[in-house]
């Protein structure tokens, strides 16, 4: 088992940046990929960001790359999804989740473990 638990949303005016957290604990932090995703009211959760077990490769998004920035520190089981330039449309619900078993990491489904989400939203 893989808990997470995220933090650092809230409510930024549009050009703010925010840094999100997430702590793992559970299993072996190494053992696993690691992503954020994103999900609004009415639509599907999205593709964010995902971070390979040792950091050495990050994948983005089209609408966030070049803004956002993850990055993962193994000593203290944390990731953290730096966000910044932000926009109205970045508003939603941010998800960590975690990859153990290799699926699709740009997939909501290829994710074996979430956190409960922190609300970004950015005012205009």
């Known amino acids: 088992q893989v808990q997470l638990v995220e933090s650092g949303g809230g409510l930024v005016q549009a050009g703010g940046s925010l840094r999100l957290s997430c702590a793992a604990s559970?299993?072996?932090?190494?053992?696993?990929?690691m992503g954020w995703l994103r999900q609004v009211p009415g639509k599907e959760r999205e593709f964010v960001a995902a971070?390979?077990?040792?950091?050495?490769?990050?994948y983005y998004s089209d609408s966030v790359k070049g803004r956002f920035t993850l990055s993962r520190d193994n000593a203290k089981n944390t990731v953290y999804l730096q966000m910044n330039s932000l926009k109205p449309e970045d508003t939603a619900v941010y998800y960590c989740?975690?990859?153990?078993?290799?699926?699709?990491?740009?997939?909501?489904?290829?994710?074996?473990?979430w956190g409960q989400g922190t609300q970004v939203v950015v005012s205009s």
């Open positions: 989740a975690a990859n153990l078993y290799w699926g699709n990491i740009y997939s909501p489904s290829g994710y074996d473990y």
């Open positions: 559970g299993r072996t932090f190494t053992l696993y990929r």
């Open positions: 971070i390979a077990w040792n950091g050495s490769s990050t």
